[in-house]
């Protein structure tokens, strides 16, 4: 079956299957509409006030919202510089989006790396953004040339069920309880964090992130180097009140460098991180580990993951399914040397293998972030373009179904 075929097939399976999951006649048209729409396009460069949006970052919200989180780059498409965090939501499962808002302004300087997460038990949206100044560049904080006020700092703000994404909170530092000393770099996610909902840590929310550490005493290295990115992860066991510095992976030895990092919890509680290997010397660009412990620590060392070997260097997405189907997904670009072609793959052993089962397109593509809409529907948001791969932001809608 050729990419396209499965791609109907979704969708087609997809639609009928929402059908089946008890809809009132009250919702018959909003059903209707949903089952009509496969795809939309939340953010299109140059629209809304921004030259470029990226970075992309989903949930669904306790009323069954979806919010789409990006950041909005007001002056080009690079990464620093003056952008905001910005949101849409959708009430219609992803079909059509509410006006633009901003999330947190960056008034000059840059706010971005949204990991937005839903709290499990108070229904509150908890997002988790990372900050420098404006003037400075990631290869300037990395080399240590940024005082501490423009390096990188860490932010939390919330959204209360009732509110429903529609207002947050300010932005509130958080840098003192979740960023070592030695650390320069230091980037949240991207892409929709991780409610724990079974074990002995449920209720804790979990934010991957990665990090640059400063070369020891004595070395030649600037810092510059991407031997000295690492992953870690932070907590909260208040629904995002109070923070706590998880595990840490340091060992900068170029072999392996842990950069942007999104996670999952498998259905027997483990927590399942995937990585991108900023330049490692071992063959393969993705890289993956879990936790058995909440994030506190890692049963092993990131380590390649062989079976997505067709994914360049850059982030990538993995949710866990719970009901019809119980794999783990993973969506990424699936060329191994560019940003191109946007494709699910999925696991039936928690991690340890995947296979691609549904390419969504052959166009430009980079980043992506992967949501459960409803018991039928998988959604994906991703950056996407002909002549450029950032051109918007596409949200495309898949039958469960179809992925296996």
């Not at 809304?48 to 007001?74: C, Q, S």
């Not at 390419?359 to 996407?384: F, I, K, N």
């Amino acid at each position: 079956m050729t990419p396209l075929s499965r791609t109907l097939l979704a969708a087609t399976t997809g639609a009928a299957l929402m059908a089946l999951t008890g809809l009132t006649t009250a919702t018959t048209s909003q059903a209707a509409t949903r089952a009509s729409c496969t795809s939309s396009v939340p953010y299109v460069a140059g629209k809304g006030g921004y030259d470029t949006y990226r970075i992309p970052a989903t949930v669904t919200t306790r009323k069954g919202t979806l919010l789409a989180f990006a950041e909005g780059r007001h002056n080009g498409a690079g990464d620093s510089g003056n952008i905001d965090v910005v949101l849409r939501r959708s009430t219609d499962g992803g079909c059509t989006w509410g006006p633009l808002s901003v999330v947190a302004a960056g008034r000059g300087d840059t706010r971005g790396n949204p990991a937005p997460v839903v709290d499990g038990r108070t229904g509150r949206i908890v997002l988790v953004t990372s900050y420098n100044s404006g003037a400075v560049t990631e290869a300037q904080i990395m080399r240590g040339e940024a005082t501490p006020q423009q390096s990188r700092r860490v932010f939390v703000q919330t959204s209360s069920a009732t509110n429903d994404g529609r207002r947050f909170t300010p932005p509130r530092d958080i840098t003192a309880r979740t960023k070592l000393p030695n650390w320069r770099w230091y980037a949240t996610g991207p892409g929709h964090a991780v409610y724990l909902s079974k074990g002995p840590h449920t209720g804790r929310i979990v934010i991957p992130a990665n990090h640059s550490a400063a070369p020891p005493t004595g070395s030649p290295d600037t810092g510059q180097e991407s031997k000295y990115y690492g992953g870690h992860a932070i907590y909260s066991d208040n629904a995002g009140r109070t923070w706590h510095l998880g595990f840490v992976d340091d060992s900068y030895d170029g072999i392996e460098n842990a950069n942007e990092t999104t996670a999952a919890q498998l259905q027997d509680g483990r927590l399942y991180f995937s990585s991108r290997d900023q330049n490692g010397l071992m063959p393969g660009n993705r890289l993956d580990s879990y936790s058995s412990d909440g994030a506190e620590s890692l049963d092993r060392p990131y380590t390649v993951q062989p079976t997505l070997n067709d994914v360049p260097i850059v982030q990538g997405s993995v949710l866990q399914l719970r009901g019809e189907s119980e794999a783990l997904l993973f969506s990424g670009p699936s060329e191994p040397t560019a940003r191109r072609s946007m494709a699910v793959w999925r696991s039936g052993d928690g991690g340890e293998t995947f296979e691609k089962v549904l390419t969504l397109s052959s166009r430009r593509a980079a980043y992506s972030d992967l949501v459960r809409v409803d018991r039928a529907v998988v959604g994906v948001l991703y950056e996407t373009g002909t002549a450029g791969t950032y051109e918007s932001i596409e949200f495309r809608r898949v039958g469960v179904v179809g992925l296996g």
